[in-house]
């Protein structure tokens, strides 16, 4: 038996190739030869810490090429990769090692103090590795073999755990075995019409599935070269599209690349696709980019559990506010629920019903997770009998059966008994011209239960200017016209930007619980 995962994603053929795995910047480039050296490097390095099948390893470091590498090292090893968001902070770091129990841990030369008192790192070992390949961790490879015969892993064998970000209670470890990312990896090369000759544009971070897993293993899988960036930088951005011919990226990269003024169709002239998801792409966005570079974005919808589960087609019609169909091999329903006072029935939706009905989606096929780690009775929770994943995202289906992400369960405002659907309000919102984009929640009330409240950014960008008074006139002249009485914000406050956390998702959580004190 071979392992599972690095065989489908470095299978031998390709192992001696001298192409370039990441070209750009010219301080991380490496050939696919060396790529593979390193890891092999680092899986020995591994074996010299006792890291052995199934222990965790758990990775805390900017993004560089040594962080990738160790993922795939963890693999060959057949233990399990666990990166954490470097944003977290040494309290949140201890809850993911007592929740995980790591053999290893690997973060940032700096905090490797901070982390030595944390009561759950009594008996881990620590080591280093910094962006400038400096570290305790690469001290400890220096002189390991750069051959390494791979542990046999099989394709229901746990590869990596990720934490989700928890938006409601603690966060929640998601098992993927090997199929779960070999699989989808493999799906998406082939909708998305990757080839060696591509050169994807790489400016995620390497923690989350986006930019990790998504990004990555697409990118072994067709044996493509990264440009690969330390960060999204609009300017920085602009000069790298010039050469690629892809970019993955979340909605907010692209809303900064509009509006950047160096932007233009110039610099995309080698570019072939454009993908966008983790967070709702506005339609106004869509079309701004479609008018300005000729380049239809391509959006997606995926989490964490359930890796890909859905995309607007490649050869076909990107539809904006849309996130297309269900990938090859993935089952995709949308269940709406009724109450008719004695029973709750469950309706599946039909694509070609054309009733705007919302539902629930849910997910089956073999890239859904394999539960959460220690967590049994949650993992229950969140299977149907008949083993299909509940998302907590709400959908409809258009006419052509394409898929529009409604918002989360949790994020449903539910005034005076009714049901307000955030993004029904965002949107005659956000097509008022005076509008760059809006956050709609529901904030507590004594009357309501719950009211609709709106946060809008204006497009001029002065708040509390004249400017935000005639948006203001505007937007609820728009209202007035498009939404029902109880499906309007009784509050809109004007502020300067949103708050979203790295993957551009807007954290309504947060607004709720400002507002509704
Ligand atoms: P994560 O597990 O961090 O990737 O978050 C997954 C969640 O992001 C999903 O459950 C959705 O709520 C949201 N999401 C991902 N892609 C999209 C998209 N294209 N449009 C709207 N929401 C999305």
């Not at 539960?371 to 009998?385: D, H, Q, S």
Request: charged letters at 25%; aromatic letters at 8%; one cysteine or more.
């Amino acid at each position: 038996m071979g392992n599972w995962l690095l065989d489908g994603l470095m299978p031998n053929r390709k192992l001696g190739r001298s192409e370039y795995f990441i070209s750009q910047p010219e301080q991380s480039r490496i050939t696919y030869i060396d790529f593979e050296k390193l890891t092999a490097k680092f899986a020995n390095g591994l074996l010299t810490q006792n890291v052995k099948v199934d222990d965790r390893v758990v990775v805390q470091a900017e993004k560089s090429i040594e962080v990738i590498a160790l993922y795939l090292a963890t693999i060959r090893v057949g233990a399990i990769f666990i990166p954490l968001n470097t944003a977290y902070v040494a309290t949140e770091v201890n809850y993911f090692i007592d929740n995980a129990e790591p053999i290893l841990l690997i973060c940032e030369p700096n905090k490797e103090e901070e982390y030595r008192q944390l009561d759950s790192a009594k008996v881990l070992k620590i080591l280093t590795l910094d962006a400038k390949s400096q570290g305790s961790w690469l001290d400890n490879c220096r002189g390991c073999s750069e051959k390494f015969q791979n542990v046999a892993r099989g394709k229901d064998d746990i590869a990596a755990i990720l934490y989700t970000s928890g938006t409601t209670g603690r966060s929640k470890g998601a098992m993927l075995s090997h199929d779960n990312l070999l699989s989808n990896a493999y799906s998406l090369v082939k909708l998305w019409q990757f080839t060696s000759d591509d050169v994807l544009l790489h400016a995620l971070p390497i923690y989350h599935t986006h930019g990790l897993f998504v990004a990555i293993n697409i990118a072994l899988v067709a044996g493509c070269t990264l440009n690969f960036l330390q960060r999204f930088e609009a300017s920085e951005v602009c000069d790298k599209l010039v050469g690629s011919t892809v970019m993955m990226g979340v909605p907010t990269f692209y809303t900064r690349l509009l509006e950047h003024p160096e932007f233009s169709s110039k610099q995309c002239q080698s570019m072939r696709l454009f993908i966008s998801g983790s967070a709702p792409l506005l339609a106004k966005d869509h079309q701004r980019f479609k008018k300005l570079t000729g380049h239809t974005i391509l959006e997606r919808y995926g989490m964490t559990e359930t890796n890909m589960m859905t995309s607007n087609p490649y050869f076909g019609e990107r539809r904006a506010g849309t996130v297309g169909h269900a990938i090859e091999n993935i089952d995709v329903r949308i269940v709406s629920e009724t109450n008719d006072g004695t029973l709750i029935h469950h309706n599946v939706l039909q694509p070609d019903e054309n009733s705007h009905k919302v539902g629930m989606i849910q997910v089956r096929g073999p890239s859904l997770f394999k539960g959460y780690w220690k967590m049994p009775e949650k993992t229950a929770e969140e299977f149907t009998n008949d083993g299909y994943f509940i998302t907590g995202d709400l959908a409809q289906y258009d006419r052509d059966g394409y898929i529009s992400i409604v918002g989360r369960d949790k994020d449903m405002i539910i005034s005076g008994g009714l049901n307000v659907y955030p993004i029904d309000v965002e949107n005659v919102i956000n097509a008022c011209s005076s509008v760059k984009e809006s956050a709609v929640f529901g904030v507590t009330d004594a009357d309501f239960g719950e009211v609709v409240m709106a946060i809008v950014i204006s497009s001029n960008q002065r708040v509390g200017s004249h400017e935000s008074e005639t948006a203001k006139s505007e937007i609820l002249d728009a209202i007035k016209e498009n939404l029902a009485a109880y499906k309007r914000p009784k509050k809109i406050l004007f502020l300067d930007q949103l708050p979203r956390n790295a993957m551009g998702k807007v954290q309504k959580k947060v607004l709720r619980e400002l507002y509704s004190s």
